[in-house]
């Protein structure tokens, strides 16, 4: 390969590459390009690194890195690829009902009492007419932090001697002192989500993944799904669009409506996230309904890792609002010593309630 | 030079890079661009900063992150207590002018250098941003300012600007997804465990006192150590100290009973120190 057939060569693997799902901009083909200015274009390894090193931004991406490469380039005298446990690319799952489109354009002019009527219904119970009403109300809640304290400080009345603006006083007057003094400041509290879409959480997995969603565009937030396995979908929650996000998220989720194993897949994620940071001193909320098909003495364990990593550690079962409710399902009987507090959330208005409790956590 | 010559270079001064850290490191001096590293703990992303900055005989500047840092932690800041001293000095002095005391006031003398001031200022450099993953969204948003312009404006003072960029590694350790507009302006390597040989050149390499056996023995065991399913399985830092611990108690051969009264300099938790034991793994 050499000049032009050589670049026009390697921006088609790069094309190749973006459409294997590796999101690779202009910038990072620009820099791949560039280099191999600096390596030997003949050599494949040389191409192999340049290209991972430039094009790849996660560890999700080397698998289909190698895969592209492998396909564009043939295998050749390239390094064998490194033994990764970088997360499978995940298989499309129908989590949304349809493809994500927006549904009709909700009627505005909804009695004040229908929407009443909603907040306190089950969402397993709503009509698909309300459900759609439901996700419009959904985007209406505002969700607010929980707040830590930060290390930066205002101006305040009372509180620490500021030198810095003392000083400026000092200067600006000529006063002998007049001491200024500031306070620390608050900043929001991270927030994760565990959102368990087995089987038996189905009539809810939507509206709380959407839920979600609106939490993720207000408030640092962590989301992952539970199911037989662990699923990160932070990412694809930050998109604006909900019915985008939402699909996104559906297509990453490989197990929806499978069993559920909390004991194994809370581990997965403490392992993983939670105990690297994403849990510590965050506020963690688990929407699952506690029916635990694996090993309740490894959940238990488990809760007792993350209850002394998180800040508070909220449960929110949408059975715990029913008439006769008691929690006795081996899941949730066995998380129930290391919770903070145990919640409903099978209305709009147990998810506004969950969205308060959250904020004064 | 070339990815080979900087391995050479790294061998050197006792840091074993496989070819694609190798030429990772070749592409960011070449390039100028930030080396950005994730891996597992314990993959020698920090070290390799460190070896950089000795194979290249540079000065390494480390900026350390957490939650909460900001620009007077990372880029400089006044020292206002020798301020206050030296306005005091000056009106015990006599009559002081205004202006004239602020101007003497706001002065390279009175300024503190941060990590990344400190950085731009020594350039060439290596700059070690460790952990920034820790850091939050807005000082990301700051570092790749710094990192853009290779250059810093101080109101009070002007522009600093690095005469030559200094030679920036990143490291996270993936707690929290960073920033694409950071990444897409660094060079991205994720690093894996070494593979059994290159560890125990490792060892031997760090502890020459250490013999092929021992280094052998206790390079397996960390490797089986990391397949059980640890709360924290053990990096290269470990069986680093692991390693140290039986030389300094002057064990030839990692046994049972040698592993037992050593397991602490590589496992962290009562869990995993548990799991081990009965797995027999770290005694075999």
């Known amino acids: ?361 | 030079m070339t990815p080979e010559e900087l391995a050479d270079g790294l061998d050197r001064v006792g840091y074993l890079p496989d070819p694609g850290l190798a030429t990772a490191a070749h592409l960011a001096l070449a390039m100028h661009r930030p080396l950005f590293c994730e891996g597992e703990p314990g993959t020698g992303k920090t070290s390799l900063a460190h070896a950089l900055a000795r194979a290249l005989d540079l000065p390494l500047v480390r900026l350390q992150c957490h939650e909460g840092i900001d620009a007077s932690q990372a880029l400089y800041d006044w020292d206002f207590p020798r301020q206050l001293l030296h306005l005091r000095a000056l009106e015990a002095a006599g009559p002081v002018d205004a202006e004239a005391a602020e101007a003497s006031l706001y002065t390279r003398r009175f300024l503190l250098a941060r990590p990344l001031l400190e950085a731009l200022e020594r350039a060439p450099c290596v700059l070690l941003v460790d952990e920034v993953d820790r850091a939050d969204d807005e000082f990301e948003a700051f570092l790749l300012e710094v990192l853009d312009e290779n250059a810093v404006t101080i109101p009070e003072l002007g522009r600093v600007a690095a005469a030559t960029p200094p030679l920036v590694v990143l490291t996270s350790n993936r707690t929290r997804e960073v920033h694409d507009a950071l990444k897409r302006r660094c060079l991205y390597h994720w690093l894996e465990h070494p593979d059994l040989a290159r560890e125990v050149a490792i060892l031997r390499r760090r502890l020459p006192g250490l013999t092929g056996r021992l280094a052998g023995q206790v390079a397996a065991a960390a490797r089986r150590l990391r397949e059980l399913d640890l709360l924290k399985p053990p990096g290269v830092a470990e069986s680093l100290d692991w390693a140290a611990a039986l030389l300094a108690l002057g064990r030839e051969e990692l046994d049972a009973e040698a592993a037992a009264v050593t397991l602490g300099a590589v496992l962290k938790y009562r869990e995993d120190v548990q799991r081990a034991l009965s797995a027999g793994v770290a005694g075999r």
């Open chain 1, 1 to 361: 390969m050499t000049g032009a057939g050589a670049l026009t060569g390697l921006v088609g693997f790069a094309h190749a590459l973006r459409h294997a799902g590796v999101a690779c901009g202009p910038e990072r083909v620009h820099a791949f390009v560039r280099a191999l200015d600096h390596l030997d274009l003949a050599r494949a390894d040389h191409v192999y690194w340049a290209g991972r090193l430039a094009l790849c931004a996660e560890p999700g991406d080397l698998p289909r890195y190698d895969a592209a490469f492998t396909a564009w380039f043939g295998d050749g005298d390239r390094p064998a690829p490194p033994r990764g446990r970088a997360p499978r690319p995940g298989r499309l799952a129908a989590l949304v009902d349809g493809t994500g489109r927006p549904g009709p354009a909700p009627d505005l002019r909804v009695a004040a009492s229908d929407v009443e009527v909603l907040r306190r219904k089950d969402i397993a119970d709503l009509t698909p007419a309300e459900r759609r009403h439901l996700r419009e109300l959904l985007a209406t809640l505002r969700p607010v932090p929980p707040r830590r304290r930060a290390h930066r400080r205002r101006p305040a009345r009372t509180g620490r001697l500021d030198a810095r603006r003392t000083l400026r006083g000092m200067l600006a007057t000529g006063e002998p002192v007049r001491l200024a003094r500031h306070r620390r400041t608050h900043r929001p509290r991270r927030v994760v989500l565990l959102i368990d879409v087995s089987g038996s959480m189905k009539p809810y997995a939507d509206a709380l993944l959407r839920f979600a969603h609106v939490v993720a565009r207000a408030v640092p937030v962590e989301v992952c799904t539970l199911g037989t396995r662990l699923t990160r979908v932070t990412r694809q929650l930050r998109r604006r669009d909900p019915g985008q996000a939402l699909a996104a998220a559906a297509r990453a989720v490989p197990d929806h409506e499978g069993g559920t194993r909390l004991g194994e897949t809370l581990k997965a994620f403490l392992d993983r996230w939670g105990q690297r940071g994403a849990a510590r001193g965050a506020v963690v909320v688990i929407c699952s309904d506690g029916w635990e098909r694996g090993d309740p003495a490894l959940l238990a364990a488990q809760l007792a890792r993350l209850r002394r990593l998180a800040h508070r550690v909220l449960w929110v079962n949408p059975h715990a609002g029913h008439d006769g409710y008691r929690p006795v399902q081996s899941g949730i009987a066995a998380a129930l010593p290391h919770l903070d507090r145990l919640l409903a959330g099978h209305s709009l208005e147990t998810l506004h309630a969950l969205l308060e409790e959250v904020r004064l956590a």
